[in-house]
């Protein structure tokens, strides 16, 4: 046995489990195992998790806040102005592979091992795309990532964005992306989603594309993905993300479209940092979330997941790689405060995030899965969501890849001195 973790809170147990590991694999999952290993960790009825998985990030984009100048207005079209000038001062995008193995170091330390990133192909060069591929390859002992070909653009809107598009396939780019409501006309957008459709019937891949993200109600692409996810069956394979448009649907008409997606099996990924700050910027009073309908969505039954979206880019000056954050955002600006709700977003940057990412058959803490896993310093999901608790380990298939040594902080008071313990004793 390579690897022991004993007394490991998970969740659904009732008791402490001991999760064995050889080969890379999980062995053995039970109570108190009696099994010798080369190495013992102790998880204390800590909680162990499966991984933290982002399935939407910038990879292109991330750490360049700042970077010529910062977005003053903190608003979408200005964030758009800002990457345009930063492409200009950064020619070649000679500082790319540093600031996005920097960003992916973050995520890993607080427990991502798998991500999915949009890459922008609107690049005569396809320098961005060239870069991230190689270092997807570079990176694959730490964590796996799946590299979307993301048309910034649009696809018929940027010259030879269909050339472009089938380019970055033929590069290694994992799934076709695409962005209708950036396209010119609504006759623009539908074609574009029946090019982004074809192509990933030609070259075998999944689709990911970025829908309907503005606050225009008219905005209504999803349905169109939806009805051809159901014509074609590519269902599963279809992840929608963005979608903040819904905020703003009648009811009606978004119940509506709740149905087409739980009948195409399409999966839904909301970005709710970038989106709490970009969208309702027309409004005055009230001004809306701009997120799409996270509670409702899940209630509905479709497959929900959460994106970091953004790190310190012209669009989110914020952010440092923590899933656990993005949930605890969701928490606020999806009204999901309830117990159970709390449990739910729980499982958006985590088990449905795998079945976005089609990892779901090798993925959780089961007998004969790879033995991914993160040791938190806490011993609840409640409290996991509200303190952001140290990574104490995070393991990829047996190996540690990450270690944090938790904080600790004292009160000096009376001549006395105090740890302070911010969870509550009666949750050990
Ligand atoms: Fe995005």
């Known amino acids: 046995m390579e690897l022991m973790i004993k007394n490991a809170r998970v969740t659904g147990k009732s008791t402490l489990v001991d999760l064995a590991i050889e080969n890379g694999l999980f062995a053995d999952i039970g109570p108190q195992l009696e099994r010798k290993a080369e190495r013992t960790i102790d998880a204390g009825g800590r909680l162990v998790i499966p991984p933290f998985i982002d399935p939407h990030i910038h990879l292109d984009a991330v750490l360049t806040a700042g970077n010529p100048r910062y977005n003053i207005s903190g608003s979408h079209p200005e964030g758009i102005e800002v990457w345009g000038e930063y492409k200009k001062a950064n020619a070649g995008f000679s500082d790319l592979k540093a600031r996005a193995r920097r960003a992916v170091e973050w995520e890993v330390a607080s427990g991502t091992l798998f991500m999915r990133s949009h890459v922008d192909i609107c690049d005569p060069d396809l320098t961005a795309l060239k870069i991230l591929l190689e270092l997807r390859e570079e990176l694959r002992e730490l964590v796996e990532i799946q590299i979307v070909a993301f048309p910034q653009d649009g696809i018929l809107a940027y010259p030879r964005g269909k050339a472009l598009m089938r380019e970055a396939l033929g590069l290694g780019a994992d799934l076709v992306g695409g962005i209708p409501h950036c396209e010119m006309t609504r006759e623009d957008g539908v074609a574009s989603i029946d090019f982004v459709f074809d192509l990933a019937a030609e070259f075998d891949r999944g689709i990911d594309v970025h829908c309907d993200e503005t606050d225009d109600d008219h905005s209504r692409f999803l349905e169109v993905m939806a009805a051809r996810t159901i014509r074609t069956g590519y269902r599963d394979r279809v992840t929608a993300g963005h979608t903040t448009a819904m905020h703003s649907y009648n009811n009606a008409y978004a119940h509506k479209i709740q149905g087409l997606l739980v009948q195409g099996g399409l999966n839904i990924v909301a970005n709710p940092f970038d989106n709490i700050v970009l969208q309702g910027r027309f409004d005055t009073y009230p001004k809306r979330r701009g997120i ?46 309830g117990y159970d709700e709390m449990h739910r977003i729980f499982e958006t940057i985590t088990h449905n995030s795998a079945r976005t ?5 090798r993925y959780g803490l089961k007998t004969g899965n790879p033995a991914d896993l993160v040791i938190l310093d806490t011993h609840s999901v409640l409290d996991a969501l509200r303190l952001s608790p140290a990574r104490l380990f995070v393991i990829k298939a047996g190996r540690i890849v990450a270690e944090t040594r938790p904080a600790e902080s004292r009160i000096h008071s009376g001549g006395q001195e105090k740890r302070v313990d911010f969870e509550m004793p009666e949750k050990r």
């Open 292 to 337: 799409t309908r996270v509670k409702e969505l899940l209630a509905a039954g479709v497959n929900v997941s959460l994106g970091h979206d953004s790190i310190m880019d012209p669009w989110y000056p914020l952010g440092a790689g923590d899933m656990l954050s993005v949930a605890r955002m969701a928490i606020h600006a999806c009204h999901m405060s």
């Open 357 to 361: 990412m089609g990892i779901s058959g």
